[in-house]
């Protein structure tokens, strides 16, 4: 055999193998919803908030999700008033998923926030949350009721780049809609807007729902207030940001 025709096995064997190699992703916290919602066969997930060696396992990682769950400590944003207003609360949570996101804004790994997860994104950037909707901003909207309810959204931005990245252009007319009914179940939400953070879509009340960080600083880092993961998989949003994550990961 000569020595070209054995470098090019070699060659066509690596790119095989590179191909067929899984892609890392992490959950800030696992629950099965999450799991269920991102996972495929090319994929290997791993739970953060169970991971003994973090540091170690961000090398590998391909894609990170911030999943929903407590309140954010409100000294993270320099608010101690917030802190009566606060229910139930994870100072190792808190610190691990500032890590997560912190790994992924300098070194543009994929990344989506998901209700809590949103708000960590603008924590972690310099943002601010109100410590409770109805006692600060009224009850206009109800984002919670004993749980889960459903409220419409609005788009809040016409930059399709941006807006294409969360939400799924109509089947029927080729356009994105501009109001889109969701899930909710949630007492916080975003206050201060942290620097190179774009909302989306707002609620009636004026609450971003949904946001996107500059194209110019990372590339699909993306959140929402809302839980994709539970809307079903029937739904275009929960298929859409989905489908564009496993894109972005894969790239």
């Not at 309140?71 to 917030?82: A, E, F």
């Not at 089947?171 to 007492?187: A, E, G, K, L, Y």
């Not at 929402?224 to 993961?229: K, T």
Request: hydrophobic share 40%; net charge negative.
């Amino acid at each position: 055999m000569s020595s070209k025709l054995f470098f090019l096995i070699l060659f066509v064997v690596f790119i095989s193998c590179k191909t067929e190699e899984k892609k890392h992703v992490i959950l800030s916290k696992s629950f099965e919803n999450y799991v269920n919602w991102i996972y495929n066969d090319k994929l290997i997930i791993i739970d953060a908030y169970s991971c003994e060696n973090l540091d170690s396992v961000l090398l590998l990682v391909d894609g990170i999700v911030l999943t929903g769950g407590e309140d954010i400590n409100p000294l993270m944003y320099n608010d101690s008033s917030n802190l009566i207003l606060c229910e139930k609360m994870d100072f190792r949570r808190d610190t691990i998923e500032k890590k997560l996101f912190d790994y992924s804004l300098n070194n543009n790994i994929p990344f989506i926030g998901v209700c809590r997860g949103m708000q960590m994104m603008n924590v972690a950037h310099g943002g601010t949350l109100y410590g409770d909707i109805p006692s600060e901003i009224g009850e206009d909207v109800t984002h919670r009721n004993n749980g889960e309810v459903m409220h419409d959204i609005v788009l809040s931005s016409t930059n399709q780049v941006y807006t294409n990245m969360i939400f799924p252009q109509n089947p029927q007319t080729s356009f994105i809609d501009t109001v889109f009914n969701v899930n909710s179940w949630h007492h916080q939400g975003l206050k201060k807007i942290a620097p190179g953070i774009k909302v989306i879509a707002k609620s009636h009340d004026g609450l971003p729902e949904a946001v996107v960080m500059d194209i110019n600083i990372h590339s699909f880092m993306i959140a929402v207030q809302f839980h994709p993961e539970r809307l079903g998989k029937d739904n275009l949003i929960h298929r859409h940001i989905r489908s564009n994550f496993l894109h972005a990961i894969s790239n």
